[in-house]
């Protein structure tokens, strides 16, 4: 079983909808959870990324993490097409350099 | 440049040969890290470089698999006697320093093809 679980998608949804994607994790020493960003042939840039439990909003994306439950979750509202790629969530733990990796969710946004 | 350059950006080798790859990561930042990403799938940690301490070897799937840093400058990833399951994008990143929170900048990876 893998540390890191991700919704795999793919997901096609029309412009102006509202995505969740989300990932499960069995590693509760991860403290550090980030979202990346995938456009196809290009390196992940990162998106967003939270510290322990809670939320975490910038502009049309809200990060949401519950320890508690071992689930993060990345909210985009208002999509757009541009919002087309493939997302990535990520874990860490503290003083720790590698990160886990989900294996992606591929979202499509139809104008 | 600004941001973590790699070379060769694309690789076809046959089987058996030896590769090197190289990564450039951002002026001033000391940690660096590498990954492996096969089609359709996430990031495969493979190794991590943080200022003087002894590199993270961890992910390194198997002996054929090493990489090396110039103090904080230009790291190498050599995949000696390379085999078709090895072909695979492989991505450089870097960061001011290593582990809590910090941003990672990731560079377009070396895409290698082995036939």
């Known amino acids: 079983q893998k540390e890191v679980e991700q919704d795999p998608g793919p997901l096609s949804v029309p412009e102006g909808a509202i995505v969740s994607l989300n990932c499960t994790y069995s590693?509760?020493?991860?403290?550090?959870f980030m979202w990346y960003r995938q456009y196809s042939r290009k390196g992940p840039e990162l998106l967003m990324y939270?510290?322990?439990?809670g939320n975490k909003e910038d502009g049309r994306f809200t990060a949401q993490v519950d320890k508690s439950s071992k689930y993060i979750s990345l909210f985009i509202r208002d999509s757009q097409p541009s919002d087309s790629a493939t997302y990535l969530c990520?874990?860490?733990?503290?003083?720790?350099?590698?990160?886990?990796f989900g294996d992606g969710t591929t979202l499509t946004v139809k104008p | 440049g600004a941001g973590v350059s790699q070379s060769p950006s694309n690789k076809v080798t046959e089987k058996g040969k030896d590769v090197e790859l190289r990564c450039d990561p951002i002026?001033?930042?000391?940690?660096l890290y590498w990954y492996r990403q096969r089609l359709g799938q996430g990031l495969e940690f493979l190794i991590y470089?943080?200022?003087?301490?002894?590199?993270?070897k961890s992910g390194l799937p198997s002996d054929r698999f090493s990489a090396e840093r110039t103090g904080e400058s230009v790291s190498t990833l050599t995949i000696q006697r390379t085999q078709q399951e090895d072909s695979a994008v492989y991505l450089c990143?870097?960061?001011?320093?290593?582990?809590?929170?910090?941003?990672?900048?990731f560079g377009e990876g070396s895409w290698l093809t082995v036939v």
């Open positions: 002026s001033g930042h000391t940690a």
């Open positions: 939270t510290y322990s439990s």
């Open positions: 990143a870097s960061s001011p320093q290593g582990g809590s929170g910090n941003t990672i900048y």
């Open positions: 990520a874990m860490r733990e503290t003083n720790a350099g590698k990160s886990t």
């Open positions: 590693n509760s020493a991860f403290q550090y």
């Open positions: 470089f943080q200022g003087n301490s002894a590199p993270d």
